[in-house]
């Protein structure tokens, strides 16, 4: 069995997937939360980025991605020619572990059936991991992400292909060379997209 064919929950269509994650209560989580940090951008994209868990100001905005993070990876996305617009972004976690914490594996566990519906009904052909977290549950791996970046990797899903790389947050820590690295994983990034579309 597949992380995409698991026979968890499935749902037909967006609006009822996302209908069931706004109101989950199945980790406690859902306790602390101002809301339910679901995913923004184009659900038909062929490019999805797949992040850990929404911070105090996505929490806030409902929105993934929005505060420094999320201003980093825009310029990063505009970099390969895309805007924010053209991509899917979510996280492995929909609400806000308290004070930023890494998010547990019941939390993970709890959650883990809605990113596996939303990337089946996106059907990307390319997939960014962003961090440890995503890149460990999506390759189902224990290896950390410096040593898995800057490579290509079979989806689970059959087609498409999956591209691990820095958490914003973490390039904005290592200043220069850690952007240098995120920079040289996007144009990974985007010579995947165009084999794919081609």
């Not at 994209?45 to 105090?56: N, Q, T």
């Not at 990063?76 to 492995?92: A, S």
Request: include cysteine; aromatic fraction near 6%; glycine fraction near 10%.
């Amino acid at each position: 069995m597949t992380l995409l064919d698991d026979p968890a929950p499935t749902w037909s269509s967006w609006d009822e997937l996302e209908r069931d994650a706004l109101v989950c209560t199945k980790c406690a989580l859902a306790a602390g939360r101002t809301q339910v940090v679901f995913g923004v951008g184009d659900q038909d994209a062929d490019l999805v980025f797949v992040g850990e868990g929404p911070g105090a100001e996505e929490d806030r905005q409902g929105v993934p991605f929005v505060g420094r993070s999320g201003s980093l990876l825009t310029r990063l996305i505009e970099g390969i020619g895309m805007t924010r617009d053209d991509v899917y972004i979510c996280n492995v976690v929909k609400c806000r572990p308290p004070g930023n914490r890494d998010p547990l594996p019941g939390e993970i566990t709890s959650c883990r059936p809605y990113l596996e519906a939303q990337l089946e009904l996106a059907e990307p052909t390319v997939i960014v991991t962003l961090g440890n977290f995503a890149t460990k549950l999506l390759l189902d791996t224990k290896e950390g992400i410096t040593r898995l970046r800057g490579r290509e990797f079979p989806a689970r899903s059959g087609t498409a292909v999956l591209l691990p790389t820095l958490h914003p947050a973490a390039v904005l820590r290592g200043g220069g060379p850690t952007l240098a690295q995120a920079r040289a994983d996007f144009v990974l990034v985007k010579r995947a997209l165009t084999r794919a579309r081609s």
